[in-house]
Structures are given as structure tokens and as C-alpha cells.
């Protein structure tokens, strides 16, 4: 009997064991989430706020080696509402050791900020660089296929990524008057029958990986609707990015710079404004740029443990967007910002920002907005 | 405004491919860390990085290198494969640094 019992007893326990072993697929629940103050003065008009906390589920779903889904949400309070977002849902499949296949909604590799740099527990300062997020001129995601790989030149290394998607459609001022000839990167729906076109090229050209260079670029022969006056206005974007993260001894620590410029062309096209009930025809050269900047550095070979977890942060940021348009603007923007790292995933962040603003939605003069952040950020 | 636009996106390929011509030479990458080991039995002489030195060099360029502990074997397969293609690695810079994440956690 005591042996039947034993014998039993060892069963279940084998097939216990059993359950703890990997399976063949697997899926894994990561993401990032974040939480802060923020203190306001624009021209003399003050506001606070503690932000409501972000959250980015990212589900990840390993189907084998070569096949696997992934996906990203976005829940956020923006005032009282809870505003949701697919930031990427793709399908990929490695072809070969210098290829992988892409389809489905995935992050445009134009530029690197918005593809590899713009997670909360990534980005060293709590808000985005000039020209991206919303109403920037960088696009951040879209639905279509894409190919990817790299290369290994014996030392240097070449990566790329080629993409076809449904592509932006411009704003004929018909919703909003004052954003009329603004490429709208967040409708998703294909309006017409031309597609996107766009890729990047990454060179590291060092041994040690520490620099890359990258050069951007994004077409469309068509951002109207099939039936609209608008069906042939093209757009050319193209961007140059930067990075370079090197250990340096003499400075006891590591020096992180990016980076980026954006480039948007958009052919001339006819839009209206109606003043006193008439409708006023008025065009524009459509073309707009932005730029980014940042220094880091951590002194990791400090001797004090307190110093090694610290981060000093800097970045300079201007956009320009075109002269004649409703949504006309000039901007530069300093950031300035003292991080602590509790772990590589998290992170603690003080910034001070300045802005001043030309012109923009509505508005002819100059406008400064000062803010002090502070941001709370974790990977998981 | 598109042949000046066509004109600069020239311009910039042209540096580009310059660039790439540059440094795509077969010019061998020197040892001057301890953590690497020598590939002997290539004729071409290869220096080979180790999954700790890659661990560190390449996860660092976009952020802070993370914990091999956070994580068991089986997470941080699936892990390196959404890197590979997030990041656009190679497959060996993936598989060592795998590697080493699973033999250090």
C-alpha cells in the first residue's frame, strides 16, 4: 500500500515538474508606465498638476525562433477622460540572418526618438523633443509591411529597414481651418490608392558600436482622398539621426548624444479661409523641419554609490513650421534635467524647460512657457 | 521646391554612401579588451566579442543594460527575439548577448 502511495505520490510529482517546463510557445507581458508633477507659466499664466499615470502593456507572444506577435497599448488620463491607444500590433517573421518580415501597425523607423528612444523609462527628459507627438512632422506609426536586418561589415555595422504603408492624409482645412496643409500622421485609414514609401539606413562605423549614423527618408505621391482636389499633393520627408554612447575613463563615466533632423516637403496646393461668410483662397510653401540635440552623461565610475545612479541631462530643440500657413511657427526649446536611476528600468526625473514660440494655432506673437517636471518612469 | 528637395535628399545620400564605402573596408577590429577571445581557427585572423562585451555595448545605446538576474532563460529568449528586430541587431550580436543573459542570470 505504502508503495502504491509512493509510487503515486512520485507520479503527480513528476507531472508537477512537468508544468515548469518552457513550452514550445511563449507569452510574455512587459511595458512601462509613468506618473508626475508638472508646474506651467506661460506668459505669466501659471498651472500645477500631478499626472494621471500612464500605463503601455506590451504583449509579447513567441510563436518559435523565427515567428512572433507583438503589441503595445496606451491608457492615459487626459483630464477627466481616459484616452486609449494601439501604439503597435505587428506580426514578424525572421526570413533569414539578414531579414525579417514586419506586418501589421509598427513604429516607423524614420529618424530613431520616436521608433527605439520615446518610452518614458527610455527618453531622459520627461517630455518630447520639438517636431514630434502631436502635430509634430515626424511620423511615429503606420499599418503596411515592412523588412528589416543587419550586417556585420568585419567591424562596422550596416542596418536597414525598407517599409510600404497606407501613408499620412493632409488636413484640407475642413475640420480645422487652421491646421490646413498639415500631414495628419494618426489616420490610419487609407484614403486613397498611392502608398507610403520610407526606410532607413544605420551605419556603425566603429568597432565598438558606440556611434551610429542614420539617414531617413518617406514618400507619397498622394495624401488626398481618391475623389479630392487634393488626391495629387505629395509629401517628401527625410531625417539624419545621430547617436553616440561611449564609457569615457578620464570623465569616470558615460556620455550619451542624440541627435536627429527632420525635413518635411509637402507640394503646394490651394487652401480656403473664410472670413466674414467668404471663402478666401490662400496657399503656402509647405515645408517644415524640427531638430533635436541631447547630452547625457553618468559618472558610473564614481566612487560614491549615490553619484553612480545620477544622470545630467541636456537638450536643445527647434521647430519651424511653414511661413503662410494657418499653423505658422517658430520654436526653440532648452531642457535641462537631473535623473536618479532606483534600476535600469527606472527612473526618477527633475527637468526645467524652457520654450518660446513664434506664431502657432491662432496666434501671432511670442509666446514662453517655463515648466518644472518631475516624472516618475518604470520598464517592466 | 521639390528639385531643391531632391537636390539636399542627393546631397545626403551621396555623404551616406560615402560613408558606408568608408568604413565597410575589411579593416579587422583590434583587441584591446580582456573580455574577448580569439577565433584561431580562422585563417583570417578575427578578433570575436564576448556576449558581455556586446551585453554592454549594444543594449547601452538606447538604454541603461539591464539585469541578466530580472529575468529566467525562457523570458529573455522571447525578450531577444523582440530586440532583435526593435533594435535591427545582428544575429550574432543577438545570440551572444542571449547567451550570456542566460549564463549569468
Redesign the interface.
Known amino acids: 500500500m505504502t508503495l502504491i502511495i509512493l509510487g503515486l505520490g512520485s507520479s503527480a510529482l513528476a507531472q508537477t515538474y512537468n508544468t515548469f517546463e518552457?513550452s514550445k510557445t511563449?507569452f510574455?507581458l512587459?511595458g512601462y508606465g509613468h506618473t508626475g508633477f508638472e508646474y506651467l507659466d506661460t506668459g505669466g499664466e501659471q498651472e500645477s498638476t500631478f499626472l494621471g499615470a500612464t500605463f503601455a502593456p506590451i504583449f509579447?507572444y513567441?510563436h518559435s525562433?523565427k515567428l512572433?506577435f507583438?503589441a503595445e497599448l496606451e491608457f492615459e488620463l487626459e483630464g477627466n477622460e481616459l484616452k486609449t491607444g494601439l501604439e503597435y500590433a505587428d506580426v514578424?517573421y525572421?526570413l533569414n540572418?539578414?531579414m525579417?518580415v514586419?506586418a501589421g501597425k509598427f513604429l516607423l523607423?524614420f529618424g530613431t526618438f520616436m521608433?527605439?528612444?520615446h518610452p518614458a523609462?527610455?527618453n531622459r527628459l520627461p517630455s518630447r523633443p520639438l517636431g514630434f507627438g502631436h502635430d509634430g512632422i515626424a511620423p511615429a506609426s503606420d499599418i503596411g509591411v515592412e523588412l528589416?536586418?543587419?550586417?556585420?561589415?568585419?567591424?562596422?555595422?550596416?542596418?536597414?529597414?525598407v517599409y510600404v504603408t497606407n501613408g499620412p492624409r493632409i488636413k484640407d482645412g475642413s475640420e480645422e481651418p487652421e491646421e490646413a496643409g498639415m500631414l495628419d500622421f494618426g489616420y490610419y485609414e487609407d484614403v486613397n490608392l498611392a502608398k507610403a514609401l520610407g526606410g532607413r539606413?544605420?551605419?556603425l562605423?566603429l568597432?565598438?558600436?558606440?556611434m551610429?549614423?542614420g539617414?531617413s527618408?518617406y514618400m507619397t505621391n498622394s495624401t488626398g482622398a481618391e475623389d479630392s482636389d487634393y488626391k495629387d499633393v505629395g509629401a517628401?520627408l527625410?531625417a539624419?539621426d545621430l547617436?553616440y554612447?561611449k564609457s569615457i575613463t578620464p570623465l569616470q563615466g558615460?556620455v550619451d548624444i542624440k541627435a536627429q533632423y527632420n525635413?518635411s516637403?509637402v507640394?503646394?496646393a490651394t487652401y480656403y479661409e473664410i472670413e466674414d461668410g467668404i471663402s478666401e483662397p490662400y496657399s503656402f510653401?509647405n515645408?517644415s523641419s524640427s531638430f533635436y540635440t541631447q547630452l547625457s552623461y553618468r559618472p558610473i565610475m564614481s566612487g560614491s554609490d549615490f553619484m553612480k545612479q545620477l544622470e545630467f541631462v541636456g537638450r536643445y530643440s527647434d521647430f519651424n513650421a511653414p511661413e503662410g500657413a494657418e499653423w505658422e511657427e517658430k520654436s526653440t526649446q532648452y531642457a535641462f534635467g537631473l535623473n536618479y536611476?532606483l534600476?535600469?528600468?527606472s527612473v526618477v526625473k527633475f527637468s526645467y524647460q524652457t520654450t518660446k514660440m513664434e506664431g502657432g494655432h491662432d496666434s501671432d506673437g511670442t509666446t514662453r512657457t517655463n515648466g518644472l517636471f518631475v516624472h516618475w518612469a518604470i520598464?517592466f | 521646391?521639390?528639385t531643391t528637395?531632391n537636390f539636399?535628399?542627393a546631397i545626403?545620400?551621396s555623404v551616406?554612401a560615402s560613408?558606408?564605402v568608408?568604413?565597410?573596408?575589411?579593416?579587422?577590429?583590434?583587441a584591446t579588451d580582456t573580455a574577448t577571445e580569439v577565433a584561431g581557427s580562422e585563417v583570417d585572423f578575427?578578433i570575436e566579442k564576448s556576449g558581455a562585451q556586446l551585453w554592454g555595448?549594444?543594449c547601452?545605446?538606447?538604454?541603461?543594460?539591464?539585469?541578466p538576474a530580472d529575468y529566467n532563460?525562457?523570458?529573455w529568449?522571447?525578450?531577444s527575439?523582440?530586440m532583435?528586430?526593435?533594435?535591427?541587431?545582428?544575429?550574432?550580436?543577438i545570440t551572444k548577448i542571449e547567451s550570456f543573459l542566460k549564463s549569468a542570470n
Request: charged residues 30%; contains cysteine.
Open positions: 518552457p511563449q510574455m512587459r509579447l513567441k525562433d512572433m507583438e514578424m525572421v540572418k539578414h525579417t514586419r523607423p521608433e527605439r528612444l523609462w527610455i528589416r536586418g543587419a550586417f556585420d561589415l568585419g567591424g562596422p555595422k550596416l542596418n536597414y529597414a539606413i544605420g551605419l562605423p568597432s565598438d558600436s558606440s551610429e549614423w539617414i527618408a517628401f527625410w539624419l547617436s554612447v558615460v525635413s516637403n507640394d503646394t510653401d515645408q536611476w534600476s535600469w528600468r520598464g | 521646391m521639390k528637395t539636399k535628399a545626403i545620400l551616406m560613408i558606408m568608408a568604413c565597410s573596408s575589411n579593416k579587422k577590429p583590434i578575427k555595448e549594444v547601452n545605446r538606447c538604454h541603461i543594460a539591464p539585469s532563460d525562457t523570458d529568449e522571447t525578450i527575439l523582440h532583435r528586430v526593435r533594435a535591427n541587431l545582428t544575429e550574432e550580436e
